[in-house]
């Protein structure tokens, strides 16, 4: 289990990636958006908790503020964190 603390500055984009395992996020400042692959966007606000499937494609943008979040991933061992998706 990988458990992180992540701020994420206003007008940013993360990159497309996925990770090697299931991703649990509870937002504690801010609002964004999650981009999962085929799905529609998801607006996640301070206090709502989302769930990124395993080995899920997914981006996360910020809109006008800065995001801070607590972030839970349980992984494959000997995995790395994150796998970036080329465009």
Do not use: W
Not at 25 to 54: N, R, T
Request: charged share 25%.
């Amino acid at each position: 289990m990988v458990i992180s603390y992540v701020e994420i500055p206003k007008a940013t984009i993360l990159p497309t990636h996925y990770h090697p395992g299931e991703e649990f996020a509870y937002m504690l400042q801010g609002c964004g958006e999650l981009s999962l692959k085929d799905q529609s966007k998801i607006v996640v606000k301070a206090g709502d908790v989302v769930k990124v499937p395993l080995k899920n494609v997914h981006s996360f943008s910020t809109i006008d503020q800065e995001e801070k979040m607590v972030v839970f991933r349980v992984h494959e061992k000997g995995q790395p964190d994150r796998i970036l998706i080329e465009d």
